[in-house]
């Protein structure tokens, strides 16, 4: 997930994704955002938990990032990671500013 923001000012983006379920079937996958260390990255990912019933099954959640004032830093980035206490399944998030 990548946005191009304004350097100054807040920010608010949303990103809808949807994800197909290659594990084990009856799976519950809880989200866990981890932002790198001094980033000001805020997000929200909801539902924060995905129940997969079944193999193949897909499901769709919104993440929420937002900010302030990033300037012409380099990027801000974290990574959403969802687990099942045995499988972790990483996307990473990236928030720059237009030069």
């Known amino acids: 997930m990548s946005a ?11 990103f809808q994704r949807t994800v197909t379920n290659v594990g084990t079937q009856n799976s519950i996958y ?9 980033s000001k990255l805020f997000s929200q990912v909801l539902p924060s938990a995905l129940s997969m019933k079944s193999m193949n099954e897909k499901q769709s959640f919104t993440v929420t990032v937002s900010g302030d004032n990033i300037g012409t830093k380099q ?5 959403l990671i969802w687990s099942d206490g045995t499988h972790n399944v990483r996307s990473p998030i990236v928030v720059y500013a237009m030069s």
């Not at 809880?30 to 001094?38: D, I």
């Not at 990027?75 to 990574?79: H, I, M």
């Open 30 to 38: 809880k989200a866990k955002v981890v932002a790198s260390p001094g």
């Open 75 to 79: 990027p801000l980035s974290a990574n």
């Open 4 to 14: 191009k923001v304004s350097g100054t000012g807040s920010f608010k983006v949303t």
